[in-house]
């Protein structure tokens, strides 16, 4: 078996790591490997600007192929998964917040990010 390539993730934390002047929240999206998260984090941590923290959050997509117009507008579930500290706390309520304009608070899940990126993986099963 081969690595996943994940250059591409990589390459946007670099750029979110130059470009950022502010606290970021970064959320992962994209069907990635368990501790996807943990290597977003070491990029932005070993590139970031002085003063500038980040929060990364995995937030994964459960798209049916034929329907992804109506799970994005009406999804089962929602799934956001970040660290058990204050400010993945914090982060992960900003981003359910943003959530609940569309999605009833009950279909809203919360997580540890390494929880939310295996339901992932294990939903392709």
Known sequence: ?????LRYV????RQIAHTATSDKIVVEKST???K???SIKTILK???RYGVNYQVLSNPEFLAEGSAIHDLLAPDRVLIGGEETIEGSLAIKKLSWIYEHWVPKEKILTTNTWSSEL???????
């Open 36 to 38: 996807a998260c943990e």
């Open 46 to 48: 070993t590139n970031k």
């Open 10 to 13: 990589e390459e946007a934390a």
């Open 32 to 34: 990635v490997p368990v």
């Open 1 to 5: 078996g081969r690595a996943p390539d």
């Open 119 to 125: 339901s992932k993986i294990v939903s392709y099963a």
